[in-house]
């Protein structure tokens, strides 16, 4: 009955928006090729369906890739870091700068490097998506209870087995966090490298390419579909994490349970 | 068991044991004990007296400064495979169910399946716990939790436990309970005990021997031999005889506390 009231708020929300964003169109005689209005919109979105479907999952394959490849090498050097600290010391300062990497600027120089199109900009995503997974990790690796690292060492275990039997479980709700701050922003990731290395064929890329193309082209109103569609996107990679983290952690993590009162 | 056992030397055996941190606090000090098989001694005194520490040397967490300590006339960590440790937390792992947990030890022994569900299913019957073998550590009491870390400790059938104030997170009458419960297993099982606790009534109710630390450094100030009669049970609580050796303890750790 909660829920379903929910729906309809943010169904009625929905509505009032729209009819405010019309009235203001009407009110202000705002021409279409600024700002079109809703209706507009939704025509676009019907007649260029296939075209922005094309350019959605590319943007999604290569946000995706990205995302899973940072956390592959971000899980990976994680782990490289808890073993030894002295590596940790030395290089954990490092992987702060990929955080503060303008990615804009270094983006036309990754093409260079790798030629422009899709490889480009998921090398683009994962080095925007890197920094949150490596930091995350690391911290729940090595943030375990020195008790429970007495009890494996009681019981013999290999260094082997205290990382894959006790740090990394211990560092799921961690990773999981890193993934979610990283997936949010893998699809502005594949949008920004899409703005420099889109597309080897003209009119056809990402939606980052169709956006400035659409823009090129002032269709404004299939720009606001593409805008609408990247949104969905972005909010596609955070459920799915979102879901992946709960489906990991329900069972046992206290931030997976659902919140009773006391 | 893999170590070669010898009945004739003593189970445990402290000899001038001093350990030093690194930056040069002495948390004990020239401490020696012997502690035969089937004894079951009880450290107390005030925080800071070194009582986990002497746990951890004899377990071979942490390496002595000076002096040595021989389990079973071997090195600590040699004699690993003798000894089980159970903390002041439960230290279950919440990613495992209760099973999962107590059959930890005999998984990274790469122990058999079978093997394995069988003695697990064993000790969870042992410490009243069956029913809860499939849940997980957050859906447990307090108790409960405490009852799956002792049978953890169970499962690979050591001779020695070290146990470092397993029920001090524990409500009284959980503690009582629990206390009761771990005397009928060490009456069956005969290990030797090594417990660490703040309170004097539990420590006369367990032991056999109870020693008191004085602090700064850590040494031992008083050893008192227990003489209650076994079986003990919640009855030997209401005891003159006990009552007797429990103001004989409180005395002597009062005059421990004195500057």
Redesign the interface.
């Known amino acids: 009955m909660k829920k379903r009231w929910l729906i309809l708020n943010s169904i009625g929300l929905f509505a009032c928006l729209v009819g405010v964003w019309s009235t203001i169109l009407a009110l202000a005689h705002i021409p279409a090729y600024i700002l079109p209005g809703p209706i507009a919109v939704a025509q676009a979105l019907h007649d260029r369906f296939p075209s922005l479907l094309n350019s959605l999952w590319i943007t999604a394959g290569e946000a995706a890739g990205g995302l899973v490849a940072s956390i592959a090498v971000g899980v990976a050097v994680a782990m490289l870091f808890a073993q030894w600290r002295g590596i940790r010391q030395l290089v954990f300062p490092y992987t702060v700068l990929l955080q503060t990497v303008p990615i804009v600027a270094i983006a036309p120089l990754i093409i260079n490097w790798v030629g422009a199109g899709v490889f480009a900009v998921t090398v683009v995503t994962f080095i925007i998506c890197l920094a949150p997974i490596i930091a995350n990790t690391t911290q729940g690796l090595i943030s375990v209870d020195q008790n429970l690292v007495h009890l494996f060492l009681m019981y013999k275990a290999t260094p082997a087995q205290i990382l894959f039997r006790l740090r990394l479980p211990n560092a799921l709700p961690n990773l999981f966090t890193g993934i979610r701050i990283s997936a949010g922003i893998s699809v502005i990731g594949g949008l920004t490298g899409e703005l420099f290395a889109g597309s080897t064929r003209v009119g056809e890329g990402g939606l980052g390419y169709a956006i400035i193309y659409a823009n090129n082209q002032m269709e404004t109103a299939y720009l606001f579909a593409l805008v609408l569609a990247a949104t969905a996107l972005g909010f596609s990679f955070f459920f799915i994490v979102m879901f992946l983290e709960w489906l990991a952690l329900h069972n046992w993590h206290e931030s997976s349970r659902p919140q009773t009162a006391d | 068991m893999v170590a070669n056992l010898n009945s004739s030397v003593p189970e445990i055996a402290l000899n001038g044991v001093t350990k030093r941190f690194r930056k040069g606090a002495i948390a004990v000090q020239n401490i020696s004990l012997t502690i035969e098989r089937g004894e079951f001694v009880t450290f107390l005194g005030p925080s800071g007296c070194g009582k986990s520490t002497l746990l ?1 040397l004899v ?1 071979g ?1 942490s390496p002595v400064s000076e002096g040595s300590v021989l389990v079973n006339g071997m090195t600590p960590e040699n004699a ?2 003798l ?3 159970i ?3 439960a ?1 279950l ?3 495992r169910t209760v099973e999962q947990n107590v059959g ?2 005999m998984e ?2 790469h122990a058999a399946r079978n093997a394995r569900k069988e003695r697990v299913a064993k000790m969870l019957d042992l410490v009243n716990l069956s029913h809860a073998a499939k849940s ?3 859906e447990l009491s307090g108790g409960m939790k405490m009852r799956a870390s002792i049978a953890r400790a169970l499962v ?1 059938r050591p001779r020695i436990l070290l146990m470092d104030e397993p029920f001090a997170a524990l409500d009284e009458m959980t503690r009582d309970r629990l206390n009761e419960e771990l005397l009928r297993l060490y009456a069956e099982e005969k290990w030797t005990v090594l417990f660490v606790t703040h309170s004097v009534a539990e420590a006369v109710f367990l032991s056999t021997r109870v020693v008191i630390l004085a602090a700064h450094p850590g040494r031992v100030a008083h050893e008192i031999n227990i003489d209650l009669p076994w079986p003990r049970t919640a009855e030997t609580r209401e005891s003159q005889a006990f009552e007797a050796q429990v103001t004989q303890a409180s005395r002597l750790l009062r005059g421990v506390y004195q500057p």
């Open positions: 951890k377990s967490l690993r495979s000894v089980s440790f903390f002041q937390d230290t792992l919440p990613w930890l030890g990274l022994e997980y550590p957050r690979s």
